[in-house]
């Protein structure tokens, strides 16, 4: 698949075929991971993969509490100066299928990356965090251009700590997303999505 093809090709789904995928394809994938830059050239991550429903169950328990309690037409129809955005129809959207979407996927990989902390002060003191999301685009762009599709569940809250203590995830490593993969339900809703245009988006020189 062209590289354009596969970036046009690429989205967000929560909802799988019932559909084994080729272990050697996921393989595949995360090699594709692999030559994401690197800023300290040491490639300082692995993978966690879990398969079977009960790995699942138990890695997600906070995310099936979070999606359980969510009420999707109660959110919506909260009174608001405003007409419901694009951004809090997908959130209604998504929050109940917040555990199924990886439950459901053949595959979830977790990304984990060398890193104690997160400390923003300075944008460089970011690197290491910056580096995994090169790392997880590729993995994106390569789940498109296999035919598959992905969904994904950044950790909220001490969720992170959650999920990192049971999996025995290293102390000095950190968990920047969940990413399920498999094959798309053609029958999925597509829900709208923003794209801006281009020549808005561009400053020369300087931003005004």
Request: hydrophobic share 40%; aromatic share 14%.
């Amino acid at each position: 698949m062209d590289f354009y093809e596969a970036v046009e090709k690429r989205r967000t789904v929560r909802e799988f075929l019932d559909k084994e995928v080729d272990f050697e394809v996921i393989k595949k994938i995360l090699e594709a991971g692999n030559k994401a830059p690197t800023w300290n050239h040491n490639r300082n991550w692995s993978f966690i993969i879990l398969k079977t429903d009960e790995e699942k169950e138990y890695a997600f328990e906070y995310a099936k509490k979070i999606a359980d309690k969510f009420d999707a037409e109660k959110y919506l129809n909260i009174p608001r100066p405003y007409p419901v955005t694009l951004g809090q129809k997908m959130y209604a959207y998504a929050m109940p299928r917040q555990f199924t979407m990886l439950k459901n996927a053949p595959y979830v990989i977790i990304p984990v990356f060398k890193s104690k902390d997160l400390n923003g002060e300075y944008v460089s003191e970011l690197n290491p965090f910056s580096t995994i999301w090169c790392v997880i685009e590729n993995i994106f762009l390569a789940v498109a251009a296999e035919g598959l599709a992905c969904s994904m569940r950044i950790p909220l809250n001490e969720e992170h700590d959650i999920v990192k203590e049971k999996l025995k995830v290293p102390r000095t490593y950190m968990i920047p997303a969940f990413i399920g993969i498999g094959y798309a339900d053609p029958n999925e809703k597509e829900l709208k999505q923003h794209y801006p245009e281009i020549e808005k988006q561009l400053h020369f020189g300087r931003w005004k």
